[in-house]
């Protein structure tokens, strides 16, 4: 059994007009990249590799998040450096600004979903389930593979509740 992937916890967003959450998402498959801006994997090969799962499948069952998880060099990543970066890097699928920790320096959701570093994809299946968080270079076929088993998967089974009157689908 897979647990339900905790909310994101997110200090900002960049290219959404509105806040996005795991919840509202729903019924799609979610890849979720956390990266960072100084992060040589994540510049040549996570960032590329989210924009290739958005350009592939279609945004109704497909959502693309970046997440960028600051665990180092805090003073330089800035929340304006990051929007420069996503403009000059031509990013479009929305970003989420991990939620800083009171104390210490990794942010929230880095340490809630116990992320290793960057890049890291989190896939999520179409029910919430967290079904994969991988650290490093992921291959994209496989990547590919994995997302194309999600979307096959049946949607929740609807549960039947029934009272003295009738029956209904929840």
Same mark, same amino acid.
């Given at each position: 059994?897979?647990?339900?992937? +905790?909310? &994101?916890?997110?200090?900002?967003?960049?290219?959404?007009?509105? +806040?996005?959450?795991?919840?509202?998402?729903?019924?799609?498959?979610?890849?979720?990249?956390?990266?960072?801006? &100084?992060?040589?994997?994540?510049?040549?090969?996570?960032?590329?590799?989210?924009?290739?799962?958005?350009?592939?499948?279609?945004?109704?069952?497909?959502?693309?998040?970046?997440?960028?998880?600051?665990?180092?060099?805090?003073?330089?990543?800035?929340?304006?450096?990051?929007?420069?970066?996503?403009?000059?890097?031509?990013?479009?699928?929305?970003?989420?600004?991990?939620? +800083?920790?009171?104390?210490?320096?990794?942010? &929230?959701?880095?340490?809630?979903?116990?992320?290793?570093?960057?890049?890291? &994809?989190?896939?999520?299946?179409?029910?919430?389930?967290?079904?994969?968080?991988?650290?490093?270079?992921?291959?994209?076929?496989?990547?590919?593979?994995?997302?194309?088993?999600?979307?096959?998967?049946?949607?929740?089974?609807?549960?039947?509740?029934?009272?003295?009157?009738?029956?209904?689908?929840?």
């Amino acid at each position: 059994m897979h647990a339900i992937a +905790p909310e &994101l916890q997110v200090a900002a967003w960049l290219n959404t007009s509105q +806040p996005l959450s795991l919840g509202q998402l729903r019924g799609k498959v979610v890849a979720v990249y956390a990266f960072q801006m &100084l992060c040589p994997g994540c510049v040549s090969h996570g960032i590329p590799q989210a924009k290739t799962i958005r350009s592939t499948f279609d945004e109704q069952d497909v959502a693309v998040i970046g997440l960028h998880s600051v665990f180092e060099h805090h003073d330089v990543m800035t929340a304006k450096a990051l929007e420069a970066f996503v403009h000059e890097y031509r990013i479009q699928f929305p970003v989420a600004i991990d939620q +800083p920790a009171p104390r210490g320096a990794v942010p &929230l959701t880095m340490e809630q979903y116990r992320l290793r570093g960057t890049p890291t &994809l989190l896939l999520i299946d179409r029910q919430g389930r967290l079904r994969l968080n991988h650290f490093g270079r992921a291959d994209d076929m496989q990547v590919g593979a994995v997302i194309g088993r999600l979307l096959a998967e049946p949607l929740a089974q609807q549960e039947v509740h029934c009272d003295d009157t009738a029956c209904s689908i929840r």
